[in-house]
């Protein structure tokens, strides 16, 4: 759960990044009742997230001194998120995004409803808490990408940049006072207090979504159905070359960077002998490393490309992770601790904005789910392998491993860079290019699209050239096969051609037309000395 909110800061850190700046207070969508109230009730669940945490880890060291136990406590909440992000993201790209939210935030508080009862009855052992975790971590896995979207339904659209901002603030602060509330409660109180808590702060953000009545959208299309929305949105990450660099630098950090999570508790435990409110201020110190990061992210990006700036932070968190090896002075380890939540907040921050960049806003919650999917994959992995390292042989030699495969990975950027890529200035409003004159039932397909360039034989290498970038616009859209063929009976006549599954894929291909789609498209035009401009032309299978 905890790397559930962190992806939640890491976003709107992106995306405030990547919006245009307001010229509004950075206060103003405070003054929005519904916006208001769902940022207090959100903060005051992530406190109870962050709570929970630190309740189950600290429940598992006490039930199984083994370390995979306390290693499978991280992948057992990175699972649900590896299984279930890409699906939560199709369905909030084609459902009612609130009751979607709502009923995710009903399962949260039946699950962690049920772990308080368990608890107060003595019933707790290492199963019902991975259990737990992973029911916990599944109702996250179903928030995430409708919480990502739903906030331009908030506020007005001047507004968007410091809503985003505020809710990155309401994220780390939750961050920075959770773990250290969760160790006292738990010092005190025991373990089913802590649990009962965290379900009570759900009910604030159910309240609250429950009240809130959002602006229908008007749909001139029928809706998606799941699978072919699925493949749609695999479809669109697989022509987003960004993307792709994204997902390899994402496996290549945190497969590696996941091992200070998972052990962090056992080194709390048995490396320095705390008890839960120890534990609590070394998770606090990440938070507050995390907001520190938060705050100076923007200037350090005015000096820094994202490929520098990750590159850096990478190596910052390395020598974290190495420190947490050896260091077992409480606080000088707490100071490595500040570092480590302000590169994790920093890599986080880099990785969504390049996703953020190259997603348009039909996709977006599917294009994101992805990144999750391979984010939390990731952990998941990790995790079972550093606890497994840990179990063979020793902390130090476990988390010294990570921190060499750490330096290994940043590597990458030699092959996979975001700083040279030009999708990262993409312009993705959409622009609507609907073909509404012909009448072909919607299931009819596969469609052939056919278009006809007519081009100078000066112009036929620099128009090749140029037409290579629509297979990546037509295929984003949906396109299954795409090609380019020169008529050898008619010198410097082309056709351009690509085959969609049915009518409607391409009625939605067209609707979803973003600004960059039609620039690229208006210089392949610019080729075209055929009079008019190239038209389409449909051939579609016959009926059997």
Request: hydrophobic share 50%.
């Given at each position: 759960m905890a790397q559930v909110n962190d992806i939640h800061a890491a976003t709107a850190q992106a995306a405030a990044v990547t919006t245009q700046p307001a010229a509004v207070s950075s206060w103003q969508p405070l003054r929005n009742p519904i916006f208001r109230m769902l940022w207090i009730a959100t903060v005051v669940s992530n406190i109870g997230s962050w709570m929970n945490d630190v309740g189950v880890n600290w429940t598992m060291l006490t039930l199984s001194a083994d370390p995979l136990s306390v290693a499978m406590v991280q992948a057992a909440s990175s699972l649900p998120m590896f299984l279930f992000?890409?699906?939560?993201?199709?369905?909030?790209?084609?459902?009612?995004?609130?009751?979607y939210l709502l009923f995710s935030q009903v399962w949260v508080f039946i699950a962690a409803a049920g772990l308080t009862l368990l608890s107060l009855a003595g019933y707790v052992t290492p199963t019902v808490l991975l259990i737990a975790a992973f029911l916990l971590?599944?109702?996250?896995?179903?928030?995430?990408?409708?919480?990502?979207?739903?906030?331009?339904?908030?506020?007005?659209?001047?507004?968007?940049?410091?809503?985003?901002?505020?809710?990155?603030?309401?994220?780390?602060?939750?961050?920075?006072?959770?773990?250290?509330l969760g160790g006292l409660v738990l010092s005190f109180a025991g373990p089913w207090v802590v649990f009962m808590l965290n379900a009570l702060s759900v009910l604030g953000v159910a309240w609250v979504l429950y009240r809130w009545k959002a602006e229908p959208s008007i749909q001139r299309l029928p809706p998606e159905h799941f699978f072919p929305a699925v493949r749609a949105g695999l479809r669109y990450v697989h022509a987003a070359p960004v993307l792709r660099n994204v997902l390899v630098r994402t496996v290549a950090f945190f497969l590696f960077g996941s091992a200070a999570w998972a052990l962090l508790p056992l080194v709390a435990r048995r490396e320095l002998g705390l008890g839960p409110g120890g534990y609590g201020i070394m998770l606090a110190c990440i938070g507050i490393g995390a907001i520190f990061g938060a705050v100076l992210l923007p200037g350090l990006r005015k000096r820094l490309n994202p490929d520098r700036l990750m590159v850096l932070t990478s190596l910052f968190y390395a020598a974290?992770?190495?420190?947490?090896?050896?260091?077992?002075?409480?606080?000088?380890?707490?100071?490595?601790?500040?570092?480590?939540?302000?590169?994790?907040?920093?890599?986080?921050?880099?990785?969504?904005?390049?996703?953020?960049?190259?997603?348009?806003?039909?996709?977006?919650?599917?294009?994101?789910?992805?990144?999750?999917?391979?984010?939390?994959?990731s952990m998941t992995v990790g995790s079972a392998i550093w606890g497994q390292l840990a179990s063979h042989f020793t902390l130090p030699v476990s988390l010294c491993v990570a921190t060499v495969g750490m330096v290994l990975a940043s590597l990458t950027v030699l092959r996979w860079r975001l700083d040279e890529n030009p999708d990262l200035n993409l312009d993705l409003r959409e622009v609507d290019n609907l073909a509404r004159t012909l009448d072909v039932s919607h299931e009819r397909g596969p469609i052939m699209v056919v278009y006809e360039y007519q081009i100078d034989a000066d112009d036929v290498y620099d128009f090749v050239l140029s037409i290579q970038e629509m297979?990546?616009?037509?295929?984003?859209?949906?396109?299954?096969?795409?090609?380019?063929?020169?008529?050898?009976?008619?010198?410097?006549?082309?056709?351009?051609?690509?085959?969609?599954?049915?009518?409607i894929e391409h009625l939605r291909?067209?609707?979803?037309?973003?600004?960059?789609?039609?620039?690229?498209?208006?210089?392949?035009y610019a080729f075209h000395r055929g009079g008019e401009l190239p038209r389409a032309r449909y051939l579609i299978a016959p009926i059997t």
């Open positions: 992000a890409l699906p939560s993201g199709v369905m909030a790209d084609i459902v009612d995004r609130r009751k971590s599944t109702g996250a896995a179903m928030s995430s990408p409708p919480f990502q979207a739903i906030v331009p339904d908030l506020v007005e659209k001047n507004e968007l940049a410091p809503a985003i901002a505020l809710n990155s603030l309401g994220i780390n602060i939750s961050r920075a006072i959770g773990p250290a974290a992770m190495l420190a947490l090896a050896f260091v077992r002075h409480f606080w000088l380890l707490n100071a490595f601790l500040f570092i480590t939540g302000f590169a994790w907040i920093a890599v986080l921050s880099t990785l969504n904005m390049g996703a953020q960049r190259s997603a348009a806003k039909w996709v977006k919650a599917r294009a994101l789910a992805v990144y999750l999917t391979v984010f939390f994959g297979r990546r616009v037509r295929q984003r859209g949906g396109a299954l096969s795409w090609s380019v063929y020169e008529d050898i009976q008619r010198p410097g006549i082309f056709l351009e051609t690509f085959v969609i599954g049915t009518w291909q067209q609707e979803r037309h973003t600004a960059n789609d039609l620039l690229i498209q208006s210089k392949v």
